[in-house]
């Protein structure tokens, strides 16, 4: 008996299997790639978004003003002194025992804007004998500009005192040294004789801070 023979319809090199298809293939990749941009768009967008909220609220920060430095300390060679009115010595002293003040005007004869700040120091002299005039503290002060021939003042408070007695001092001269120098600058001394400090007692011949004209 035999059985009939059964031909196949082409070949298996000749059938094309549906993933050979290079579009096909390409599809999923080109998915990818749109799926990417759009996250990077999305992305730089937020990035800009916050840049621009970062940039608005600078922008609202108000800018903090340039503070100037203070001028230089005025030096004792650009100071100009002289007595000056409102104090209450009178030339060649006047009645002992009584408190008498003296007003020293500093004029600012350089070229240049300076500052005074505190106490001057204040001695006065008789040839070998002196009297160191101490800080008046209770007066309240700050720094003061000077601009070029501007005037600031410091007042001396002192005892008067009685010529040919003792623990008094007739003095010829005022050493003044401006605050933050270490010069000084003489002062003729017009007031009289000078009750000299006794340890034992409160202040009585002292300087007050610059202030001030």
């Known amino acids: 008996m035999s059985w009939p ?14 993933g050979a298809d290079p579009a096909a293939r390409a599809r999923p990749a080109r998915v990818r790639t749109a799926v990417r941009a759009r996250t990077a768009a999305r992305a730089g967008v937020r990035a800009l978004g916050t840049l621009a909220v970062a940039a608005v609220a600078a922008s609202l920060v108000p800018a903090s003003p340039a503070i100037a430095a203070p001028p230089p300390p005025c030096l004792t060679s650009d100071l100009a002194l002289s007595w000056a009115p409102g104090g209450t010595a009178v030339s060649g002293g006047t ?53 070029p021939g501007a005037s600031a003042r410091f007042t001396l408070t002192f005892r008067q005192g009685q010529s040919g007695e003792d623990g008094v001092v007739e003095p010829v ?6 605050p933050n120098n270490t010069a000084s600058k003489n002062m003729r001394w017009r007031w009289g004789p000078v ?15 610059v202030v001030p004209s």
């Open 5 to 18: 023979i059964r031909t196949r319809t082409g070949s298996r090199a000749g059938r094309v299997r549906p």
């Open 95 to 147: 009645e002992p025992g009584s408190s008498r003040t003296a007003v020293v005007s500093l004029r600012n004869a350089g070229t240049a804007t300076c500052m005074l700040d505190g106490f001057p120091k204040v001695t006065l002299a008789q040839g070998a004998t002196t009297e160191n005039l101490v800080d008046q503290r209770s007066v309240s002060h700050s720094a003061v500009d000077l601009e």
């Open 173 to 178: 001269t005022a050493i003044v040294t401006p």
């Open 195 to 209: 009750a000299e400090q006794e340890s034992a007692d409160p202040p009585r011949n002292f300087v007050g801070p």
